[in-house]
């Protein structure tokens, strides 16, 4: 007696369904391998926009929209925000092409540059702290000043 093989058994079990659960399976397994090409493609294309948002420009290219990505980007990031549409085009080509980065090496190196950026990403200088401490103890000591009123 002939034993029956796996693989044998599930193609006969394939020829059995039906073409519309074949053409599902189909569908579900190409849209599965896209779809890392897809968040590539949708990755890339924010870079892209950012990236115009972010020219300094009166009237902006992609006009209010853009207008407001510039403020909250450069508001939040400051100078670190031209960076951004960079990295993010770079993971969303890296991902539309299915390239890995394999050498550790080159992970262990981003992943110190990124920390040793992050400390300060955005923030003033040392001589604006200062400049912005002053002022805030001689408007402190004003208002004090206008609080006792005038010598009697």
């Given at each position: 007696m002939?034993?029956?093989?796996p693989?044998?058994a599930s193609?006969?079990?394939?020829?059995r369904r039906?073409?519309?659960?074949?053409?599902v399976?189909?569908?579900?397994e190409?849209?599965?391998e896209?779809?890392?090409?897809?968040?590539?493609f949708?990755?890339?294309?924010a870079?892209?926009?950012l990236?115009l948002?972010?020219i300094p420009?009166?009237?902006?290219?992609?006009g209010v929209?853009?207008?407001l990505?510039f403020r909250?980007s450069f508001?939040?990031?400051?100078?670190?925000?031209y960076?951004?549409?960079?990295?993010?085009g770079?993971?969303g080509l890296a991902?539309l092409?299915?390239?890995?980065v394999?050498?550790?090496?080159?992970k262990?190196a981003?992943?110190l540059l990124?920390?040793?950026n992050?400390g300060?990403?955005?923030?003033p200088g040392?001589?604006?702290?200062r400049r912005?401490s002053?002022?805030?103890?001689?408007?402190?000591?004003?208002?004090d000043?206008e609080?006792r009123?005038p010598p009697?």
């Open positions: 002939k034993r029956k093989t693989a044998k193609l006969r079990k394939a020829a039906g073409w519309t659960t074949r053409a399976e189909a569908a579900l190409f849209t599965q896209r779809s890392s090409e897809l968040k590539g949708l990755a890339f294309s870079a892209v926009v990236l948002s972010l420009k009166d009237p902006n290219l992609l929209a853009g207008r990505l909250m508001g939040a990031l400051g100078l670190t925000a960076l951004l549409p960079f990295g993010l770079a993971w991902r092409f299915k390239l890995q394999m050498a550790p090496t080159v262990l981003g992943g990124a920390l040793r992050s300060r990403a955005g923030m040392e001589e604006v702290l912005a002053k002022r805030a103890r001689e408007q402190a000591a004003g208002e000043a609080d009123g009697k």
